[in-house]
C-alpha cells in the first residue's frame, strides 16, 4: 500500500530568490500535482543526484525562471510528521516542454561536490598547510561549495600537505584518502562524510538492508 506523504522543493533561484514548492500526496486526492516526480539518487563516493518533473503553473509562475546553476532542496515526509531533507545540490540542467495547455519543466540536479572536479588547486592556495581537519574546511571554502566536510572522530588530524602544482580539488581528497586509506560518501549531497576504509567495510558485512516501499511520486537507488 502507498504511503501518504508530503514533499516540499526549495529552489534558491540566482534571478527571483527562494521559491518554495510544498504539497501533499493523498489517496483521495484528484487535482493535478505541481510536483509530478522526484527521483533522488545516493551512492558510495558517487555524487548524490536528483531529477525533478514539475508543471508549472499560475500559482508558482516564477519557476519558469530557474535556470542551470541555481540551487535547490529537497525534502520528504510522511503525512503529519517532520520533513527531511532528501537532497541538497544544483541544477545542471533544465528543460521546458511545452504544448498548448501546458508547461513542464524537467530538472537534472547534482551535489554542489561535483564541482571540485572543475577547480585547480596550488600549494599557495592554502594558509593551513598541516592538519587534516583544517586543510579540507579550508579546501571547501575556497572552492565555493555550499556544504561541508566531516571527519569521523577516529580519525587523526595528523596530515602535512606537500607542495603541489594544479591539482584538480577533487583528485586533491582522493589522493589525501588513498595516502590515509580513507573513503567518502555523501549524506544527501551537502556533507561529504570521510571514515576509514575498514570501518566501512565492517559496517557492509554487518549491515541489515533496507527496504524501500514501491511509490510513484518518491524514487530511491543506492549505488556501491
Known sequence: MEREHK??????????GIITIEEEFRKDKNETNIIKNVNTSLGMSSFPTAKLEINVTSKFPNLISIKTGDEVSIYGCEIDKSFE?????????????????????????????YFLQKRQLNYQNFINKSGLREILKELVEFCNINGKIEIDKSISNEFLLTPFNNFQALSLINAICYDLDLVYDFNKGDIM????????????????????????????????
Open 7 to 16: 514533499i516540499k522543493v526549495v529552489f534558491n533561484s540566482k534571478t527571483y
Open 85 to 113: 531533507k532528501l537532497f541538497q545540490g544544483v541544477l545542471l540542467s533544465v528543460v521546458v516542454k511545452s504544448t498548448k495547455e501546458t508547461i513542464e519543466l524537467v530538472i537534472e540536479s547534482v551535489s554542489a561536490f
Open 193 to 224: 562524510r570521510i571514515s576509514k576504509r575498514n570501518d566501512v567495510l565492517a559496517q557492509m558485512h554487518t549491515s541489515i538492508p533496507f527496504v524501500v516501499d514501491n511509490d510513484k511520486i518518491i524514487s530511491s537507488e543506492f549505488k556501491q
